[in-house]
């Protein structure tokens, strides 16, 4: 029997194990509940992993796992050590009523899986195991195999450098590393990108007043924190989507030429974004193309602020507070510290500017939280050629060349680590709606990631 | 035995039947508990009253009452028909979790009365109710007294002209108008009002795309709804809080020298409202007096904004949407319709300037909800020195005569049914928290309002 019928064979068994995993809400900051992921997972991993070891660190659990080669082919020109990355950690469900089937308890409908985590990443990563379980039980894995399962990647992966120092040797013999994170192109095709971009966050929580006044008795007297932190805000970024903070764009990169081909060979089409996202105008830069926007350009973005309340509990208020989260993809060469110091360098230029910036900075927390470095491979590497053949091979399609991915990965803590190329093949399909309400991963892509991992892991033999 | 007596000899009566209406969580919106609250107040009223009536509106009812002198003093110069002006339903208590005890459920704690509604209003037109109740089982009520209690107010009474356009006989011989409601002075002295700011509030939502996305893979394609609002907002404010919509302040009435006069007695403290609040600055028009900017100014407030999540639920994605809740506070001869075109006209100006700003506003829904008029009574007429004294004995302690009142009542629909001159004389303390979690009234407070109600009846035979 060859290893894609024992797959077919056995699919139901391994959705079944998939949906196991799903049904415990491993939302990273609830740490219990990752805890039982990670111990679910352990024992998975033990029934065919010759190496399986949770590494605890300050924040939750990293798991490390490996599979050595069953056989070694004499005729072989190299046996190179693949590693792959996952998270088994998830982003919080909410809002739970946009939900049409509870969050943690996967439905099937129209092909999909519905089910918070399915494709961000338990689903992905599972691909990988299920890839390796087949080659195992009919002897044929004839490569070194690693995985490393990260149990923070939601927030950023804060400890996973220390679950690595502990283990440094464990990914000294590393030839490559393959990430299944994100969705696909948004065109469909099966997708392999060379890097990601990076991501600081920040907070800015500006509290104006002890309590919420009756905005009719204190009107004119009481601060509005709203106000106040659009001033504040609105100094970093102008109406052209242009970042207004000093030396921001200094260290971006200059895409190769390698890179720039395969962007424009991707003919992007501002109208499909258009009509996928029911947009009508375009974020971020506004005098830059479309390519350039989602893979070689930094965005500044605000993804939530809430102050007061709205809608049917809208009060006559002065609120005392507002929130406002912050997320900034970078490119490389940005450094997140580097840009961290921008920000606060540019509140301290704004508080001896103006006695007025100054009173509201002084009431204004700003946190930075997450931070990932941007990282890119080279798409020269020979890597290139066989990781798209067994793409195809998998999807039965040829595979966009992405040079940056938009999302962001710990990518830079696996390259420190293994100094090695790193390469993302995303197996959710395009409108996997991570992050957001009703995420989901259509059944036959899980399939498809599972044959290409099943092909990688034989065309990387020879 | 005199009245202020059978007051005190019953008070403890009073109160538990003041805890009944207040259990009543007769939330504007929650049809079913207003009328519930409806119902205790027409059977309570009907133990004293001569008449009592429900209004039917096309919203909540309109509650009416009327006393007839149970003698009348030959030698009285006049015999004056007072309409005091009250409302039963409550704003909605959110956030719960900020609530020391249940909102619906009245606690004394320290002097106070903590519930939801017991400052604005119930408190403070039961003062009015016990006190009629305390002459009334005297045979003392010497004056025609008529009573409404509105069941919107905090919705803007919306069909508070449609009760009054039903009954408008019952308004015709009115006299004067006392409304008591919102808090005192926040010096704690009893305060004597002679008109108060309206109010027009304004909803925007705008919604630039069909969902949440992640942040890096959408971002520099997704356009954000929350830079795109705060672009937009930002027109119409500038850093030092003036307005910048064209004709705003073109109706603000130059206070007259009496008007003038009162508000520079009251002999505002920045630095007591600095302590009293815990704020270090102030908002709204940076270069005007304090005194001005809470009586004499309109405001343009921002009471609430909420897009995506944030704190621990925060999200990478670019939400789809963001809703900003503004009231913008009246003075005369604001009229609100002008206002409200004003802010249209800003927006359409803005669309034809600027491609970026159609853009935007052809995804936002502006809405206007609640809409009051500003209303002022000349501080010269002979009413001033009555309630003066009565307050006086009430409190024992002279009230602050303040031209305008921050908050905003119905007044102008009281002053189209009557014509005549209407007063507020606030029972609830400064610190009430009206509109806040832990709402309260100082039990001394209220029954200080009683003695007040009793002194204004007495007085006022002439």
Known sequence: MNTIEF???????FLNELFDLIRIPSISRHKDSVQ???????NKLRQTA??????????????????EPQYLEISAS?????????????????PLDEWISPPFEPEIRDGRIFARGIGDNKGQFFAHIVAIECLHKLNQLGVNIKLILDGEEELGSPYIDEAISKKQEFFEDVDLVIVSDGPADPTWKPTLE?????????????????GDVH????????????????????????????????????????????????AEDLNRD?????????????????????????????TFNIRGISSGSVRENARTIIPKEVVAELDIRLVPN?????????????????????????????????????SFYPMFTPLELPWTEVLAKSITEGFEEEPLKIPLAGGSLPLYSLYKATGKPIYIIPYAQPDEDNHAPNENMMVEWFEKGVKTSIAILNNLKG
Chains 1, 2 share one sequence.
């Open 7 to 13: 797959f077919i064979n056995n699919k139901q068994n």
């Open 36 to 42: 039982t992921a990670a111990n679910w997972l352990e």
């Open 50 to 67: 010759d190496y399986v070891e949770q590494i605890p660190t300050t924040g939750n659990p990293v798991i490390l796992a490996e599979w």
């Open 78 to 94: 190299s046996h190179p050590t693949l590693l792959f990355y996952g998270h088994y950690d998830v982003q919080p469900p909410e």
């Open 194 to 210: 060379f890097g990601a971009r990076g991501i600081i966050t920040a907070q800015f929580e500006l509290q104006t007043a002890k």
């Open 215 to 262: 905005s009719g008795n204190f009107g004119g007297i009481q601060p509005n924190p709203v106000w106040d932190l659009i001033s504040i805000l609105k100094t970093m970024k102008d109406d052209q989507g242009k970042c207004l903070i000093e030396g921001f764009y200094d260290d971006v990169f200059t895409p190769t030429p390698a890179a720039l081909k395969a």
């Open 270 to 298: 501002p109208e499909v974004y258009k009509e996928q996202l029911d947009i009508t105008y375009f974020g971020e830069e506004k005098d830059l193309p479309i390519t350039h926007r989602l893979m070689f350009r930094p």
């Open 334 to 370: 940005q450094v997140p510290e580097k840009i961290k110091q921008l920000v606060t360098e540019h509140l301290d230029r704004l508080k001896s500017e103006s006695e007025n910036y100054a009173q509201i900075l002084e009431r204004c927390e700003v946190n930075f939280g997450t």
